[in-house]
Nanobody, 119 residues
Framework: QVQLQESGPGLVKPSQTLSLTCTVF??????????WTWIRQAPGKGLEWMGR???????YYVPSLKSRSSISRDTSKNQFTLQLRSVTPEDTAVYYC???????????WGKGTLVTVSS
């Protein structure tokens, strides 16, 4: 059974960098052919796929966030991290990490963590 757990600050000030970590239990982030994804849901809106990092370290981002986003990993800790720069209140959302098998399906999700951008 794979479990994913998001962690990070719940409050970030505008213009700062949001940084979240997803710790994976029960499965390695280097296992072929899994991809490790960040998704968010702003209040009253649908899910927004943000980006992901592959089992071999390749990264992919949604074009609208690419200039502000970085996804990295620490294989020794079995973690992957999202950084979102220059945040605004519009970045307030519940942030989820998840596991994808290629482009086929998402099989595991974290519980999500609320990040509020406010001064």
């Amino acid at each position: 059974q794979v479990q994913l757990q998001e962690s990070g600050p719940g409050l970030v000030k505008p213009s700062q960098t949001l940084s979240l970590t997803c710790t994976v239990f029960g499965g390695s982030i280097t296992t072929k052919y899994y991809y490790w994804t960040w998704i968010r849901q702003a209040p009253g809106k649908g899910l927004e796929w943000m980006g992901r990092i592959s089992y071999n370290g390749n990264t992919y981002y949604v074009p609208s966030l690419k200039s502000r986003s970085s996804i990295s990993r620490d294989t020794s800790k079995n973690q992957f991290t999202l950084q979102l720069r220059s945040v605004t209140p519009e970045d307030t959302a519940v942030y989820y990490c998840a596991r994808d098998y290629g482009t086929s399906y998402t099989d595991y999700w974290g519980k999500g963590t609320l990040v509020t951008v406010s001064s």
